[in-house]
């Protein structure tokens, strides 16, 4: 089983690509920041991210994810983020790497879960707030930044998909699924 990582910025257009990858017949396993910010709001926790245990409920959430799919068929899996962009995340959010987080990206390290080709999103030159994004554009190239050192420091490859548009982005994508691991 080759698990791909699908990362990016921000409103760099990751989730588009990750749909028509779906659509392709490709099991996408979906990011985890998203539900646990949704979740959080929807008890009345306006802004999640700004509590540390944040970290640890992300974490957690993208475990349950990836162990529920080590049973899905198929060659490749799609995954829409992983624990190093938690890492990133906390990082950018300048809070502490939290044990849970420390033992998630051990065990995904010593495990070799995820291929060591990370497919990185380049960011499309602008940014389109949401609930859940409240970001610039100015912000979205800094957490850009941290993402890539965080893959980088952690013995990733970075395979940068450019911007243009998303057929031929999502063609980029799957190239990278016909020549292997590098």
């Not at 499309?124 to 050192?149: N, Q």
């Amino acid at each position: 089983m080759r698990r791909y990582i699908l990362t990016g910025t921000p409103g760099a257009g990751k989730t588009a690509i990750l749909r028509r990858l779906e659509y392709d017949g490709y099991p996408v396993v979906e990011e985890a920041a998203t539900d646990v910010i949704a979740l959080r709001q929807a008890g009345g926790e306006p802004e999640p991210w700004k509590e540390p245990s944040f970290v640890d409920a992300i974490a957690a959430l993208q475990r349950r994810r990836q162990e529920l799919a080590a049973s899905l068929p198929g060659a490749v899996q799609v995954y829409d983020r992983s624990p190093v962009c938690t890492l990133a995340l906390a990082r950018y959010l300048g809070h502490p790497v939290t044990p849970v987080l420390a033992r998630e990206l051990e065990r995904v390290q010593d495990g070799r879960i995820y291929q060591k080709q990370v497919l990185f999103v380049r960011n499309l030159g602008f940014v389109t707030p949401t609930d859940a994004r409240r970001i610039g554009f100015e912000e979205s190239l800094r957490f850009e930044e941290v993402h890539r050192e965080a893959y980088t420091e952690l013995g990733y490859a970075c395979v940068f998909i450019e911007p243009g548009p998303l057929p031929e982005r999502a063609a980029a994508v799957r190239k990278r699924f016909a020549t292997g691991p590098a």
